[in-house]
Each structure stands twice: as structure tokens, then as C-alpha cells.
């Protein structure tokens, strides 16, 4: 029988009593199922799950149990764990209830599904088990809510259980930051965006629709995939702690022609940019003692050539965050740091990109505050950047260049600026935009010269920003803003008719137009 509610109306006292006692031993011996523990409130915190396990309801339990927040959550896989502390027997008989969130019920077996029991044989100052389990579901919105607790049987072989726990599966979309967006290149009539993530995955999603559809997914990396370009072919390259990947995308399976590993590439690739005519890859290396670029070559072959690695970062630090090739002069322009106030972030610009020995032009680091204060561009055309350390930013984290060698430049104070630099300095600065939020991620231009930028700051969530710059080139104005992302925005990529996609930190890619939004993937 399963355990109801008692109703009483007016009762005399005397006999109320008596009653009342009698209907609740009645009803601690009729009911089936397990003693429910609290809830935490913390949703999941170990240390506090250790230190509060209660008795579980029962003054004379002989151990004190505790659900531990999952692991290992996939879109449809979860590893459930629990632990017994101040036991006094040698073994238990354990096992987990879960279920969907939404349509859980504690008192109705139909709801919830049950592991298999298994025996713990104790030893130390905690017994832990776990159960890996499979079969779950990504809801339709991104994600499924699942509720679970860990279940034991007492002394008297009651089952007894512990506080219950809450853990999100991922559907559509990726379970961890989007790291980069790329929309496919013209043999693809633009139908395709390749997502990369820090849950080491690269993603191909078809936007033709009216909503996305997730074609495959490639898991081959090992580690964050920290950026993903696609040339003009249509082939797909991504960085990652396992090195550069050069993929056909074409089709329902992703096909990997090459990967690129060792060498000056040793430690993790952060960033990408391809050259003239797509036939060189630079690639951004932070590694434990060197960052700087890799140029390879080769890219049609099946092994690609490492033609040149040149390190531009001297504190060890420092990552370069952006890379951006200049078509127009031939150059490429690298951009990182550390995030320190103190040291800054550094803009290297580096030339002779056709021999085997590139030359830094010149690099950026410290910007003096008066000359920012002042905003005066022929003071700062004056200075000999050369020898002169000029602070942009704290930290650079997107670059990107137009068609007639501007460097627009963004990262983590809030600001966007364009330059116009020469083969000896950075140049004059056109102008400075600081309504994208505290920190600036990812820029990119469209075909018609309009600025798209994402950032995050604060707690009005992610940001992403269509910026146009007016008539007489010295000021810049945002048309839209769309704030639909509730975290982070990390990625921004624009399709071939001009909506605007974006990624953010909890995983999900926004498509909006004008500020508003469409679908969530």
C-alpha cells in the first residue's frame, strides 16, 4: 500500500491523543517506501552533503547517508554517487532512484527508475558507491533536469534514503562553453555552423531550417576545443590540447584528413587564422615554455608542414588568445595576455610571412594612462611604439581586420577600439566603443563592413552587439543589442543572410536578427 494523508475533524483532546499515536505507528508500518532525507539546499555540495548528512529520520540509524552530486553527465549518461559515514556495521546494501524532474514522484514507483542493488563492504571514514547509468534524455530546450538519491537498506532491512540531488543532462547543443563559431563557406551555400566547445567536441548543425539540426559530432581531441575556422573549400580546422585537425565535413560523417601534433605545436593550440589563398595555417600556441605562432603549410596533403614557430610571448603566463591575417599588407596580428592590470595585453604584428624568419613588426603592452585619459591620436602617433610599452588592454581576447587594414581590437575592459596601423606602429586610434559589456570575446565583420562583437559583464548575461560605424569614420554606434544569453557570450559567427549566431558558457547557440532572438540550440 502506498502512504496517504490523514484527515481528522474535531476530536477530544484525550482521545485525539491516542489516536493520533495510534495512526502514526500505523502509518510508519504500512508505508513502503523509503524514508525521504532533506533536501540540500546548496544543490550539491560535497563538503556540505559530509558535514550535514542527517539520521535520515531514523533516531536509532546505525550510519548516516548522503547523495553526492553525479558525475560525468553526458547527454544521456550519468554516474550516481553516494556515501555512508559513521557506520557500524561492515556492509550495506545500496542502490539509486531517479528520475525526470518534471514528472517525479517520490510515492509513485512509475515515475522513478531503480538501480540495481550492490553490497559495500566498509573500511576508513566513508564507504562511497557509485552507479554509472544510461538511458537518459536531453530535453528538447537544451537539457533535461533529473533528480536522484542513494538508497540503503538499515539494520531491519528498511530502506532508508539519502537527501536528493539534482543534475542537468544536455540535449541539443554542447554541455560545456561554446569556444568559437564558424559558418561554412560558400560550396555550402552557408547552410552549415561549426560549434566548437570546452567539452572537446566540434559540432556541424544544419541552419537551413526553421530550427537547427545537429548533423554529427566530432569527439576527437582530447581537451578543449579552443577555436574552428572553415576556408573557402569548405574544410573545417580546429585547435585543441591535442593539437591542430583538419576535417571534411561533408556528409553525415565528419572525415579527418590530417592531425598535427608536436613539434613547436607541443602544449595546447589556442587560436587559428588562415593565410592568402587559404594555403598557410597560423596558429596561436600556448604551451609550459613558449607562446607564439606555427605557421604549416602543406594543407592539402595528409601531413602538413611545419614551416616556421616563432615565440612573441615573453612572461610564460601570457596566451595568444586572437590571431587575424592582414590580406591587405600580408600581415598577421597576434593578440593575448595575461589579464594583469600590471602587465597588460599585447598586440604583436608580424611581418615577412613568406620567408622561413617572420619579423615583429612591433609590439603593444603598456599604454600609458595619461595619454588614454587625454584620447589625444596625435600624441599617440608621436610616441615610438617600438620602444615605447602602450597598454590597449588588460587582456586581448578578439581581433579582426578590414578590408583596408583596420585592426579592430577588443578585450577585457569593456572596450572596442579600431586602429590604423602602419609597418612601423599601431596608428592612430579612429575610435573607442564601450557598450558591449566588461569584457569583449569575439569580433567579427560582415561583408558589408558592419561590426558584430560578443562580451559578457556583470549580471545582465551575454551580449551581442551590432556596431556601425558613421559616415565621417571617428564614431561608432550599436544599431541592436540582443541579451537574450543569461550567461556568458563567447562566439560570435554571422550567416550568409546576415543572422547572427552566438555561443555562450553554459553550451547553448543563440540565432537571433536585429536583437531578437529565434531559436536556442
Not at 226 to 249: F, Q, R
Not at 512 to 520: A, L, R, T
Amino acid at each position: 500500500m502506498r502512504c496517504g494523508i490523514f484527515y481528522y475533524h474535531e476530536i477530544p483532546i484525550l482521545r485525539f491523543s491516542f489516536l493520533l499515536g495510534l495512526a502514526t505507528a500505523l502509518l510508519i508500518a504500512a508505508c513502503d517506501s523509503p524514508t525521504t532525507g532533506d533536501v540540500d539546499d546548496d544543490n550539491g555540495s560535497d563538503e556540505e552533503t559530509e558535514e550535514n548528512g542527517d539520521e535520515n529520520g531514523d533516531e536509532e540509524a546505525d550510519f548516516s547517508l548522503a547523495t553526492r552530486t553525479p558525475e560525468d553527465v553526458d547527454r544521456d549518461s550519468a554516474t550516481l554517487r553516494g556515501r555512508l559515514t559513521d557506520f557500524e556495521d561492515d556492509e550495506y546494501t545500496v542502490f539509486f532512484q531517479y528520475g525526470d524532474a518534471e514528472l517525479t514522484d517520490w510515492s509513485d514507483d512509475g515515475s522513478i527508475t531503480e538501480t540495481e542493488e550492490q553490497d559495500v563492504t566498509l573500511s576508513g571514514v566513508f564507504g562511497d558507491f557509485e552507479e554509472p547509468v544510461d538511458g537518459l534524455t536531453g530535453g528538447e530546450d537544451g537539457a533535461t533536469d533529473y533528480e536522484v538519491r542513494a538508497v540503503v537498506y538499515d539494520s531491519e532491512d528498511e530502506p532508508v534514503t539519502g537527501e536528493i540531488k539534482t543534475f542537468t543532462t544536455a540535449g541539443p547543443g554542447h554541455y560545456d562553453r561554446v569556444q568559437a563559431l564558424a559558418v561554412s563557406a560558400v560550396s555550402n551555400d552557408g547552410n552549415y555552423l561549426y560549434s566548437a566547445a570546452s567539452d572537446e567536441e566540434v559540432q556541424k548543425i544544419d541552419i537551413s531550417g526553421q530550427e537547427p539540426e545537429r548533423v554529427w559530432i566530432y569527439d576527437g581531441h582530447g581537451g578543449t576545443v579552443n577555436d574552428a575556422i572553415v576556408d573557402e573549400e569548405g574544410m573545417l580546422y580546429s585547435a585543441s590540447v591535442s593539437g591542430v585537425h583538419k576535417i571534411d565535413p561533408e556528409g553525415d560523417e565528419p572525415t579527418v584528413e590530417w592531425t598535427k601534433t608536436g613539434g613547436d605545436l607541443r602544449g595546447s593550440p589556442q587560436s587559428l587564422a588562415l593565410g592568402a589563398d587559404d594555403d598557410v595555417l597560423y596558429v596561436g600556441v600556448s604551451t609550459i615554455m613558449d607562446k607564439g605562432v606555427v605557421a604549416l603549410t602543406d594543407l592539402e596533403g595528409d601531413s602538413p608542414e611545419e614551416t616556421w614557430g616563432e615565440n612573441y610571448y615573453e612572461d610564460l603566463i601570457d596566451t595568444p588568445d586572437a590571431l587575424v591575417y592582414d590580406a591587405t599588407d600580408n600581415v598577421l596580428y597576434t593578440g593575448g595576455g595575461d589579464g594583469g592590470v600590471s602587465e597588460g595585453g599585447e598586440i604583436h604584428r608580424i611581418g615577412n610571412l613568406d620567408g622561413n624568419s617572420p619579423e615583429a613588426d612591433w609590439k603593444i603592452v603598456d599604454y600609458p594612462e595619461e595619454v588614454d585619459e587625454a584620447d589625444n591620436p596625435d600624441e599617440w602617433d608621436e610616441r615610438d611604439l617600438e620602444d615605447e610599452n602602450v597598454n590597449v588592454f588588460t587582456r586581448i581576447r578578439a581581433l579582426e581586420v578590414d578590408g583596408e587594414g583596420n585592426l579592430y581590437v577588443g578585450g577585457d575592459n569593456s572596450r572596442v577600439r579600431r586602429f590604423e596601423p602602419t609597418a612601423d606602429q599601431l596608428g592612430a586610434r579612429s575610435w573607442n566603443y564601450s557598450g558591449l559589456g566588461s569584457n569583449v570575446t569575439d569580433l567579427v565583420l560582415d561583408d558589408a563592413g558592419n561590426l558584430f562583437g560578443s562580451s559578457y559583464g556583470g549580471q545582465s548575461g551575454g551580449h551581442v552587439n551590432q556596431l556601425e560605424q558613421l559616415s565621417d569614420g571617428d564614431d561608432v554606434e550599436s544599431v541592436w543589442s540582443y541579451r537574450g544569453h543569461p550567461v556568458s557570450a563567447h562566439a560570435v559567427a554571422i550567416g550568409a543572410d546576415g543572422d547572427v549566431f552566438s555561443g555562450d558558457s553554459n553550451g547553448r547557440i543563440h540565432k537571433s536578427s536585429q536583437g531578437e532572438g529565434e531559436w536556442v540550440y
